[in-house]
């Protein structure tokens, strides 16, 4: 089966623009989760989602951070205006049932300037 | 919030050589995780690990979730090239899917 796929897989950005990073999960998985890894730092949850619906969003930093999920199949995450502090990688993860080990994508290493 | 204290940072090591990290945590995890992340990809699960004294193999891996629930360690031995990476601990608290994650080991071998 094809793994959980992530686009772009690098974005340089200028602080204040927009970025919108797209996660495609693993097909049937109905659990899809967004982190993110600040250089060095320890991977941290932003949200989870089941289907279509947010199951919990407490690890969004703030309100310039949007995620969607739509029809429950890929997901978008969207950071606008960009802000230095937002540089990292961002992986997104799917499993079947939301007990289940996730499976990672390759990560969107973004980089604000 | 809670927190992993992942230890070492890094190491450095010949090839052929033993390793050793593991991580603590002041709260008690139903589960404990490890994984190992390769330059440009992902986190991929090497061992997971569900019950307190759980002791677990996969080839040259070996982790075991600590008596107290509060600790986790990995081991991988006769290291060879293909080991090197970052590897991440990652538990969780109850019923909570959230992963708690590590900062990482990150491994080099020596030529």
């Known amino acids: 089966e094809a793994g959980v796929t992530q686009f772009p897989s690098h974005s340089v950005i200028e602080k204040g623009q927009t970025v919108t990073l797209r996660c495609d999960p693993i097909?049937?998985?109905?659990?899809l989760y967004w982190y993110r890894r600040v250089m060095g730092k320890e991977i941290k949850f932003l949200l989870h989602?089941?289907?279509?619906?947010?199951?919990?969003e407490s690890g969004m930093p703030n309100n310039r951070f949007l995620a969607e999920r739509t029809g429950g199949t890929y997901s978008t995450l969207k950071v606008q205006p960009a802000e230095l502090e937002d540089s990292g990688v961002y992986f997104c993860?799917?499993?079947?049932?939301?007990?289940?080990?996730?499976?990672f994508g390759s990560g969107t290493r973004l980089t604000v300037v | 919030g809670q927190q992993l204290n992942q230890s070492p940072q890094s190491m450095f090591i010949q090839e052929g050589e033993d390793v050793s990290m593991n991580c603590t945590s002041s709260?008690?995890?139903?589960?404990w995780l490890w994984y190992k992340q390769d330059p440009g990809e992902g986190p991929v699960l090497l061992i997971a690990?569900?019950?307190a004294g759980e002791l677990t193999s996969n080839g040259r891996l070996t982790a075991q979730f600590g008596i107290t629930r509060k600790d986790s360690f990995l081991n991988i031995s006769a290291s060879i090239p293909s080991d090197v990476g970052i590897y991440f601990c990652?538990?969780?608290?109850?019923?909570?899917?959230?992963?708690?994650w590590g900062a990482g080991t990150k491994l080099i071998i020596k030529p």
């Open positions: 993860a799917s499993s079947q049932d939301w007990q289940g080990v996730a499976t």
């Open positions: 097909s049937g998985h109905d659990n």
């Open positions: 989602f089941v289907k279509e619906s947010k199951q919990d």
């Open positions: 709260s008690i995890f139903n589960t």
């Open positions: 690990l569900y019950k």
């Open positions: 990652a538990g969780q608290l109850g019923s909570n899917y959230q992963l708690i």
